[in-house]
């Protein structure tokens, strides 16, 4: 995961340098959304296994319950990367801070009104 975290921070970097031009800012956070579930998703698919998913998501922080009702979920991973376990336990800062991940929104602003 380390590796894709890696890459896909070039990959906006390099994107932001080429687009950040443009003065348009609106698809921005939607994007940044798009990228923080999409990895959320690929943790869910990482862990494989209900015990595995129960552990990590209560590593993390999640509630006891909530972390065991959506780990035995049938629902598709993509839906699930959008429920209230996922997003209390690998939230918006856990994904900044603990792995690195970059902000298409924070590099638009720094790019924009640097300060």
């Not at 994007?31 to 959320?40: F, I, P, S, V």
């Not at 603990?98 to 602003?109: E, P, T």
Request: proline share 3%.
């Amino acid at each position: 995961m380390a590796y894709r975290i890696r890459k896909l921070n070039e990959y906006i970097r390099g994107w932001i340098q080429y687009f950040g031009l443009s003065e348009y800012y609106r698809p921005l956070p939607e994007l940044d959304a798009w990228l923080r579930q999409r990895l959320r998703m690929c943790f869910w698919k990482q862990w494989r296994y209900v015990r595995t998913k129960v552990r990590e998501l209560l590593k993390l922080g999640t509630a006891k319950k909530t972390a065991i009702l959506t780990a035995l979920s049938r629902k598709g991973p993509w839906h699930l990367s959008r429920t209230l376990a996922t997003q209390t336990g690998m939230t918006n800062q856990w994904l900044a801070e603990s792995l690195g991940l970059v902000s298409i929104r924070a590099l638009w602003i720094a790019l924009h009104y640097p300060t």
